[in-house]
């Protein structure tokens, strides 16, 4: 991180003197430079924001978002019974391992023979010889049905109070788990979350032969001197941007005092293009993306340092942090929830990293899908996998987060196009 004073000072003192601080500015003002022009008025992304086509649809504005809490609170006490429970197990073993009930259990749980072949992952503990362990149905019933109950700082889902199964569901669950009790079978030892390695990203992400994704620094080269409506192309008032723009992505986000919000590298492509060649290059759009990529790519090898020094800056990091740790959406998870307290450890067959490591390959090539991805299209996938809303790619909060973010993977080094399943 670095200290923003003296470049700030500069800055705001040649605002207010014009063009006679130039002639005879002080040698500690020699870095003060212009401010880059920004369309300071409109949105900088297309609203109402529509989620993607081939992104699930479903109705989630009963759950906390980024930007609103909504949750229905956590109950106060277990639930209980009015005699033992009378549940189907051979339902209950297909529940557990149905993908499309929220992941389902086997996203952290191996499960004996239901978690046999399917990549069970290991968040929690191996529950396949539970039965064994003299648990009462009341404890089971409400474990499954909201475990904040017995451990208010649980990273499971809430899966009853939250609607995701209902209490004939759990029961059939309960009487499932009830007949788990000899260690578990893998088909194949990569079934075992314990035994299968964690993957290690091999590829070069600049050497074109392997990312598809360096196709974007072409097409962004060509975008640098298309003219836009003002007459004017990037080109026409940047130089050599290889010698310009050396470091200047691995300083961002940061805080911009004429928003009042944090601004990363994609929104400032959309704002200072609209102010200088009239060119509209809205967040998400093609043009956005490859000119995000030009200029993370310029910035090769350059430690990500974000400025949290400044007080608005401080307080805008304070506001992601408490958003990383904000429980959001139905299944109720924490972007700390996988990317901390769960990290090093398995969702089913994905594997869950620290947020530091997250970041320095943004925007990033994605072989799944086929596309380049900026930061704020990953958050917005987290949250809709997660159940939760998801916010257009210019909200304030995207903004905080991302600060907060980038401060976690300071020091490391611009690495961009990345290339990611
Ligand atoms: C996101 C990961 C996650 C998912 C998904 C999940 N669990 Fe858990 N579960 C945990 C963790 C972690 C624990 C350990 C205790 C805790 O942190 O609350 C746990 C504990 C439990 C326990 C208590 C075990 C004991 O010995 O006290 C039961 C029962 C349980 N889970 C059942 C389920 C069932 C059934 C499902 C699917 C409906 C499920 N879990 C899905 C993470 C998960
Ligand atoms: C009309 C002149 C003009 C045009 C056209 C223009 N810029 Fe700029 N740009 C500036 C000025 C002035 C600054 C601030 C001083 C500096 O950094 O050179 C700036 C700064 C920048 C910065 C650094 C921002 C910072 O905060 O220091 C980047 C990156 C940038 N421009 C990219 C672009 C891109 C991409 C385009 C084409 C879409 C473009 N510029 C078009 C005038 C222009
Ligand atoms: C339920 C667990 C879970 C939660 C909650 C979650 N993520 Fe993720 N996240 C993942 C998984 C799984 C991946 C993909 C890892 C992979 O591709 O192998 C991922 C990937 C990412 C990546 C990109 C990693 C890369 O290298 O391409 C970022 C950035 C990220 N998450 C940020 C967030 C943020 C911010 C939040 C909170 C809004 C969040 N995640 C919440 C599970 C989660």
Known sequence: MRQGGIFAAGAAFLIVAG?????????SFAQAKELAPLDTKGDASIRPWKRYDKW????????????KISSPPAPKEPRKLSGPIKGDAANGAKLVSNRKRGGSCLACHVMGPAGGA?????????????GNANLTDEFLFNYIYDARVYNPETVMPPWGSHGLFNDQEISDMVAFLKTLKSPAVFKTALDNPEK????????????????PGMWAIDKAKELWSKVGSTGKSCASCHGNPAMQFKAWASSLPKWEPRLNK???????????????????????????????VYLHNLAEGVPITVDVSNAAAKAAYKRGEVLANRKLGQLNFACTDCHGKSANHWIRGQW???????????????TSQLVIWDIRQRFQWCQVNIRADELPPDAKEYGDLELYLAAQNDGLKENVPGIRH
């Open 262 to 292: 944090v601004l990363g590298v994609e929104e400032f492509i959309t704002r200072h293009a609209r102010a200088t060649t009239g060119a509209e290059y809205l967040m998400e759009t093609d043009d956005n993306r490859v000119l995000s």
């Open 19 to 27: 063009a006679f601080v130039l002639a005879v500015t002080p040698a």
């Open 118 to 130: 399917n990549l069970p992952g290991n968040v929690g503990p191996d529950l396949s010889e539970i």
């Open 196 to 211: 299968r390695p964690a993957p290690v990203e091999k590829r070069a992400n600049l050497d074109p032969m392997e990312n």
């Open 352 to 366: 869950l990293g620290t947020l530091k490591g997250q970041y320095d390959h943004f925007p990033t090539w994605r």
């Open 56 to 67: 699930p649809k479903r109705d989630e504005s009963k759950f906390n978002t980024l930007a």
